[in-house]
């Protein structure tokens, strides 16, 4: 049965009622327009990739393909993280923020020409603040020189580790930071669950090869659609 999830982190961000539609059978896409809740600014819904898109004039537009990665844990997770790595404390918010709103740009509200890239940026800086303010199990901060250059923030439930969020400064990309963040998150974790999840666009071909050079094994495919009968933050 379909059901309507209000965003309460969304809404507060984007200005309006933002609602996330769960959808167990593809045969409910038919009717998904009669779906939409009448005070919404922006409905997302998240379908396997083998399933019929909703009919272009249900207002529900294509924005991403994301892809879904697993890895088990191994012995060798167990060494050390790089001594650049720490875990993070409240104070490291705003610097974990101005890193996401500088560097997402192939999330799914940047992907939208219906969302303007304020409000976007605004949404990852506001997910990156709470990364370290309570949302997480646990993140990880790369500091060089009393400097944040990069977060890994975790989630954990029923012994499955979700990377949830991860992100390094464009100063210091290319140096193997991300990778280093990931291995500290591998270390962290290998005793207390079994598998690690992380999630990127299609689009995003730079992660994906670190994800898979790093052992993650692709598990299936998603695609976003979004309906906004207004453009939002223009």
Known sequence: ?????????????LGGPVYRLEIADESELRDIRDLVPDDAILVSVRLPEAWRPPAEDSGFR??????????YFIQEDLQPASPNIRYSNPSD????????????????????PK?????????KAAWARNEVNGRTD???????????????????QNRIVTIDLIAVS??????GIGAALIKAAFS????????TLIATQDSNTGALALYRKLGFIETARFRTLHYVPKPIGF
């Open 170 to 175: 464009q100063a210091h990309q290319g140096q």
């Open 115 to 123: 969302v303007s890239e304020k409000v976007a940026s605004r949404v």
């Open 93 to 112: 918010g705003e610097s974990c923020a101005a890193i996401a709103q500088a560097v997402f740009r192939s999330d799914r509200y940047h992907a939208d």
């Open 62 to 71: 294509e924005i991403e393909t994301l892809v879904q990665l697993e890895r």
């Open 1 to 13: 049965m379909a059901s309507q999830v209000k965003q309460a982190f969304d809404s507060s961000l």
């Open 188 to 195: 962290h974790y290998a005793r207390l669950a079994d598998c």
């Open 138 to 156: 646990r993140t990880f901060i790369w500091e060089e020189d009393g400097e944040i250059a990069g977060f890994n923030g975790c989630l954990l």
